[in-house]
């Protein structure tokens, strides 16, 4: 029997054997061939395998099997389009996690969110970075969307690519809209509300698409409901079927663009012949592709637990109270400064439907042939109004625009707002004197003098209430609803319970207009743990 | 070196540092987690403290203390040490504030010291039953309350009327006044816990708006919007204590209790009323 066994030949065989498994897994690529690819040297077997495991390799079959090498250059694409595909993956995952612990219902919701940050071990990064990466995914979708248009590829036989690029950008802001309304809190309430009453304004069936949207009248456990199946079943397998087509294009059919330059500018031959040359999906891109998405994992878990990213939760949403400097997330900053500006209807369904319909319009309005940003000016120009014109609106949408607030309701909002911390809260506890402070015309210098370190956070907050609200008193420069006339102020701080400080702000004014004397207060409790947000 | 293999090497850096990031992270969550509770607990309190100041202080005081044959106090020692076995709770002392919140009590378990407002003697508080506040509220009002607990001072049960009350028959005679008395009752009896509007102290003294609660009743009753019986300054007050739903003064909302007529005599009723009139 041991004549029989030929040590050379068990040793072939096993290696065939273990070869045949990695072949049977990477569908066609050898110990070999495997050890070829890491070391950047060609294949080693006829024909090329690394061709072959597009055909035999669902996963690679709907890669590309090549990009021109003009097209990879860093600087032409900024990799916007794989991160954005990137970003939704997270989302995938960091969702299907997600799902786990939350439940969509109005008494639930809220409360199983707090569960998921204080007991659910990396609950919060969780949320953080579902967060994190849905702004990012924004973000992405329309620089990508930008860069395309800057670089003109949505010309010729891209321009269904650039349409359902445009749906795209649709599906991820109706996904971001949608997940917004789901942690329950105030500031997700208010938000979803101004925007689903945008859709009551829609014509003709405004009522109806509201009352579809919020399953009642307002918001409730039916809204709730609708959003999140919206949100975790709708929205993301139609943005699956979408990012399909949308991919499935660029991969197998036309490519990515070559820059204009080397296209159609007027280089040497042998630029043009090497902006063609084929660089192989195994190994450079698969390997770039991965080495991006280290890199994006690693940016999303450093700005998390390195430089702090939060995603914010407010009080429990309160359809009783609408609070103060109600604000839409800032990717919808601009819609709320175009409603700003004129009738709801107009502003907020009929431009935007008319800014859908141009942007998939794009394609067909413009007939220059041309890609280079030198010789479309016309384009280039309207595509930097707009995002001018983006952000102007944007900064119109922020509640510092055109909001009237009163003087009072004013300077104690910017101290101590309703929601989030705010001046006044992040005084440490320990500063809190008891005390009646009473607003003068001279800002006392040591505002407790028995306490061993004194309390400079709380006199600096105490001597900007007085700047304010005597500015407001005496200030005969400003318009009505900023003035304060004969104004009294008042800081109280009384020790209320245990590890509990009760804060009264007053302000006494006669109104400007009318002679009447008018108060506003604002009670803020502190406790001693609250800690800092 | 290639780029691939560059790639390579680099990827595996970033990979290296991400996993090192996430156990760091990893290690601090338990104490993460633990301080978030103590927080979220800190931030149910300050909540409990808001929603009190709105719905609770006007029977049970803005302090917890209640008012004396009224309201039952919540911030004494008796509370947090001997009200479960008076009842006969078997729950936790939280399950027994949240419960009496939201159902309210149809009856006063201690009618004799603590009637509470009438019928029903507390009001329900939770939107299931018909009241203003959700589940996570009455959860807050309830860690609010029990926080409480650590400086909860003894207290003397409330003392019962040394004689007969005086009613709600504002037209009744009363016996003279005595000022000073009538001081002493009114920052004693718990009247301040509500009428603290002033920066100068309890409501009734005279402000730089407004002169004292004296000169104000002198008119009061003669205004054309005035709903009361009273014809005189001394009726109009006791109208405002014994009966003072009969007429609210413009600004203000109809939250005083109304069975002072059946826990005050007619001398304390008269000492308050000679000591606000003294007020101009």
């Known amino acids: 029997m041991l004549k029989s066994l030929d040590v050379e030949n068990l040793r072939n065989k096993a290696l065939q054997a273990l070869d045949s498994r990695v072949r049977a897994i990477t569908a066609g690529l050898g110990l070999n061939e495997l050890r070829a690819v890491m070391r950047g040297d060609p294949a080693t077997e006829k024909p090329n395998p690394r061709y072959k495991v597009h055909t035999t390799s669902f996963l690679f079959h709907i890669r590309p099997r090549y990009y021109e090498r003009g097209s990879t250059i860093f600087a032409h694409t900024f990799r916007l389009g794989f991160f954005t595909a990137f970003l939704f993956a997270v989302e995938l995952v960091t969702g299907l996690i997600l799902m786990i612990y939350y439940s969509p219902t109005p008494s639930e919701a809220y409360q199983s969110i707090l569960e998921l940050e204080s007991n659910v071990p990396f609950g919060l990064m969780m949320r953080d970075m579902h967060r994190l990466a849905a702004e990012g995914m924004v973000i992405f979708t329309f620089l990508h969307m930008l860069r395309t248009f800057l670089t003109g590829s949505y010309k010729k036989e891209r321009s269904f690519t650039w349409f359902t690029g445009v749906i795209l950008l649709g599906i991820t802001l109706f996904?971001?809209?949608?997940?917004?309304?789901?942690?329950?809190?105030q500031l997700a309430y208010w938000a979803v509300t101004i925007g689903t009453s945008m859709a009551d304004a829609a014509p003709l069936v405004g009522n109806e698409l509201n009352l579809?949207?919020?399953?009642?009248?307002?918001?409730?456990?039916?809204?709730?409901?609708?959003?999140?199946l919206l949100h975790v079943i709708l929205l993301p397998l139609a943005a699956i079927l979408v990012i399909s087509i949308h991919y499935y294009k660029v991969s197998r059919e036309h490519g990515i663009s070559l820059p204009a330059s080397m296209e159609e500018g007027d280089v040497p031959p042998e630029v043009k012949k090497n902006a063609r040359q084929r660089i192989d999906y195994i190994p450079d891109l698969l390997t770039h592709e991965v080495f991006l998405t280290a890199l994006g994992i690693f940016i999303l878990v450093a700005s998390i637990a390195i430089f702090g990213?939060?995603?914010?939760?407010?009080?429990?949403?309160n359809s009783q109270q609408t609070p103060l400097d109600t604000k839409a997330p800032?990717?919808?900053?601009?819609?709320?400064?175009?409603?700003?500006?004129?009738?709801?209807t107009l502003m907020g369904v009929i431009i935007p439907t008319l800014i859908v319909g141009l942007l998939i319009a794009v394609p067909y309005i413009d007939r220059n042939p041309y890609r280079s940003l030198f010789k479309r000016p016309v384009a280039v120009g309207i595509g930097l109004l707009t995002v001018i014109t983006l952000l102007v609106l944007s900064y119109m949408g922020t509640p510092v625009y055109r909001i009237e607030t009163p003087a009072a309701t004013r300077i104690l909002q910017d101290l101590a707002p309703e929601e989030g911390e705010g001046p006044l809260r992040s005084v440490p506890y320990d500063q809190l004197q008891p005390g009646v402070y009473e607003v003068g015309a001279e800002i006392p210098r040591d505002l407790c003098p028995n306490l061993d370190f004194g309390c400079p956070d709380l006199a600096r907050i105490f001597a900007e209430y007085s700047r304010r609200v005597v500015r407001a008193a005496t200030d005969l420069g400003l318009e009505d609803i900023e003035r304060l006339p004969d104004a009294q102020a008042v800081m109280l701080i009384e020790d209320w319970q245990q590890d509990l400080k009760k804060i009264t702000m007053r302000i006494v004014w006669n109104d400007p207009q009318s002679g009447d004397q008018k108060v506003y207060e604002r009670l803020i409790f502190l406790h001693r743990e609250r800690g800092m947000e | 070196m290639t780029r691939v293999q560059l790639e390579i090497s680099l990827g595996i850096l970033l990979v290296l540092l991400t996993g090192t990031i996430l156990t760091v992270y990893g290690f601090n969550e338990e104490s993460r987690m633990a301080r978030y509770s103590e927080e979220q607990q800190a931030r149910s309190i300050e909540v409990g403290a808001e929603l009190y100041d709105i719905n609770c202080k006007g029977c049970h005081g803005p302090q917890g203390e209640g008012i004396p044959l009224v309201c039952p106090p919540l911030n004494d020692r008796n509370f947090f040490t001997n009200r479960l076995e008076e009842v006969g709770w078997s729950g936790s002392m939280e399950d027994y504030v949240v419960s009496t919140v939201s159902g309210g009590r149809l009856v006063s378990t201690r009618p004799d010291q603590y009637p509470?407002?009438?019928?029903?003697?507390?009001?329900?508080?939770s939107d299931a039953y018909g009241g203003p506040l959700r589940e996570d509220q009455i959860r807050a009002i309830a860690a609010f309350i029990l926080n409480w607990e650590s400086t909860a001072p003894e207290r003397q049960a409330a003392a019962t009327p040394t004689g007969p009350p005086v009613g709600t028959d504002i037209a009744v005679r009363l016996p003279g006044g005595d000022a000073r008395r009538g001081e002493s009752l009114a920052t004693t009896q718990g009247c301040v816990s509500c009428h603290v509007a002033t920066s100068v102290g309890p409501a009734w003294m005279p402000t730089a708006q407004e002169p004292g609660i004296g000169t104000r009743a002198e008119t009061r009753f003669t205004q054309p919007?005035?709903?009361?019986?009273?014809?005189?300054?001394e009726q109009y007050l006791l109208e405002s204590i014994v009966n003072p739903g009969a007429f609210v003064v413009s600004?203000?909302?109809?939250v005083m209790p109304g069975n002072y007529g059946q826990v005050m005599t007619a001398q304390e009723a008269a000492d308050l009323i000679a000591y606000m009139l003294s007020l101009k």
């Open chain 2, 116 to 125: 509470g407002q009438g019928k029903p003697a507390m009001p329900a508080w």
């Open chain 1, 330 to 344: 800032w990717y919808f900053w601009w819609l709320q400064g175009m409603l700003k500006l004129g009738d709801k």
């Open chain 1, 212 to 228: 579809l949207l919020r399953g009642a009248p307002d918001i409730g456990a039916g809204g709730l409901l609708r959003a999140y």
């Open chain 2, 225 to 233: 919007d005035y709903t009361g019986q009273a014809a005189t300054p």
């Open chain 2, 251 to 254: 600004g203000f909302q109809p």
């Open chain 1, 175 to 185: 996904l971001s809209f949608f997940g917004y309304l789901l942690p329950w809190d």
């Open chain 1, 309 to 317: 990213y939060s995603a914010p939760l407010e009080h429990i949403a």
